[in-house]
């Protein structure tokens, strides 16, 4: 099987984008170009790194890597993951967890003490996915606040 986990490239941003309508799907298709723009502005930022595994040309999970600096924990940046999904027809084959596998290590790699993420998802499966990929539920509590 032809399988590559590497940073996204701006070719990618078609099939991205369609993994993102089955993470998001009530999310409007913009028109007027602007995801195209965040698309590229997240490529070129140097603490943001969009993974994606390609499975025989076509790109079938995506996660969003943010490496932020630090200056608790001796200096040492910690990372937040974002945006993870593996495209629906293939999932529980293990991509979503070889994508993480190499995210995770890519975080290491730059000397981050932690690494976080979210999920607004209630599916015991999600978790137990994060779960099995070596993250921890009861270590913090997360809050998100949204714009009134």
Known sequence: MS???REAMEKDFDQIMGLY???QPMDPVLTN???REVFLEILRAPNLHLFVL???????STCC??????ITRSARP????E???????????GFGQELMKHTLGFAWTKDCYKAMLQTGSTRESTHAFYKSCGFSGDEKTGYVCRPA
């Open 54 to 60: 390609v499975l025989r040309d076509q790109v079938v």
């Open 3 to 5: 399988m590559q986990v």
């Open 83 to 93: 945006n993870v999904v593996t495209d629906e027809a293939v999932r529980g084959r």
């Open 33 to 35: 170009g602007r995801d």
């Open 65 to 70: 890597l943010n490496i932020i600096p630090n």
């Open 21 to 23: 309508r089955q993470l």
């Open 78 to 81: 910690y990372a937040v993951i």
